[in-house]
């Protein structure tokens, strides 16, 4: 079992930034390959950026590539979404997921996650 907790969201005019964390407990964190997913109301979730168990591989959708960074801490457990020049469509609920099979998925599908975290509320204002 894997418990994930986010934290760090807000409100936030756009330009600004945000960092989001997300605390893992239960297993060897090092052992599995971390995501960031976000749900706008009334759209479905969609991925926004992964990481490889080291974290010396990571992934992006493009409408946040150049804009966010995901890295990961695995001395504290703790996986970071650190978002940059943020825009109205940005506003939703992301959530961080934890993939935990021996062999990594494709990273950019939620299907190859089995653990959620109960989502942070990103909002930001024009």
């Known amino acids: 079992q894997v418990q994930l907790v986010e934290s760090g969201g807000g409100l936030v005019q756009a330009g600004g930034s945000l960092r989001l964390s997300c605390a893992a407990s239960?297993?060897?964190?090092?052992?599995?390959?971390m995501g960031w997913f976000r749900q706008a109301p009334g759209k479905e979730r969609e991925f926004v950026a992964a990481v490889s168990r080291t974290g010396g591989y990571t992934y992006y959708a493009d409408s946040v590539k150049g804009r966010f960074t995901i890295s990961r801490d695995n001395a504290k457990n703790t996986v970071y979404l650190q978002m940059n020049s943020l825009k109205p469509e940005d506003t939703a609920v992301y959530y961080c997921?934890?993939?935990?099979?021996?062999?990594?998925?494709?990273?950019?599908?939620?299907?190859?996650?089995?653990?959620w975290g109960q989502g942070t509320q990103v909002t930001v204002s024009s």
């Open positions: 997921a934890a993939d935990t099979s021996y062999y990594t998925g494709s990273y950019y599908s939620e299907a190859d996650y089995d653990y």
């Open positions: 239960g297993r060897t964190f090092s052992s599995y390959a």
